[in-house]
C-alpha cells in the first residue's frame, strides 16, 4: 500500500521536537486515558486556552468593580426571590463523563 493511500482524508501532519522524556510522559498519560498522542495534546491546549479565557474574564472583573447600581439591582432581585434551602457544598459534585 503506498503512503500517499494511507495518508488520504488525513489533515495535514508534521513533526515537533520535544525532549524524549517529555514525549514519553505526554505518551505515556495518552495511552493510559486511552487517546492518541495528538488528541491528548489537543485536549491539553483546550484546557489551557480555556483556562487563560477565564483568567482575563477574572482580570476584566477585577478591573471594574461593582459600583451602587450593581448593589441595588441586586437588593432588588434578592428581594423577588424567595429564601432557596441551603445547599450542601461538604459532597464533591458528580459531572457528566464527556465533562472530565
Given at each position: 500500500?503506498?503512503l ?25 498519560e ?34 471594574s ?36
Amino acid at each position: 500500500m503506498a503512503l500517499a493511500s494511507i495518508l488520504i482524508g488525513m489533515p495535514p501532519v508534521t513533526t515537533i521536537k520535544v525532549p524524549v522524556e517529555l514525549r514519553d510522559r505526554l505518551g505515556a498519560e495518552a495511552r493510559a486515558k486511552g487517546k492518541t498522542l495528538a488528541q491528548f495534546i489537543a485536549k491539553l491546549l483546550d484546557e489551557y486556552e480555556r483556562e487563560q479565557r477565564w483568567n482575563e474574564l477574572g482580570e476584566a472583573i477585577r478591573k471594574s468593580p461593582p459600583d451602587e447600581q450593581y448593589f441595588a439591582d441586586l437588593r432588588w432581585f434578592d428581594a423577588l426571590e424567595p429564601e432557596l434551602p441551603e445547599e450542601d457544598w461538604s459532597k464533591e459534585p458528580s459531572y457528566p463523563e464527556e465533562w472530565r
